[in-house]
């Protein structure tokens, strides 16, 4: 199955989001099984970003849009 469009989020990538808010945070190790590159790179598409404190993350305007995009089903 080919990957997803860039501004829709694979499964990794929305199971994070469905654990973040707009506003409260979640330090890294609560994200898990997402990994510093998943992290890193839905910083890079600016769904998520990292608060403050320097530790933990929260997901932004951006990754609330990709959280609500359909999902994708190949039949």
Not at 16 to 30: C, N
Not at 35 to 45: D, L, S, Y
Not at 47 to 63: N, S, V
């Amino acid at each position: 199955m080919p990957a997803p469009p860039p501004h829709v989020p694979r499964a990794d990538e929305r199971m994070v989001l469905q654990k973040l808010t707009l506003t409260r945070g979640l330090a890294l190790e609560h994200l898990y099984p997402a990994g510093k590159q998943i992290i890193a790179r839905m910083v890079a598409k600016g769904w998520i970003e990292k608060q403050p404190d320097g530790r933990t993350y929260c997901r932004t305007p951006k990754g609330e849009e990709a959280f609500k995009s359909r999902i994708l089903i190949k039949r």
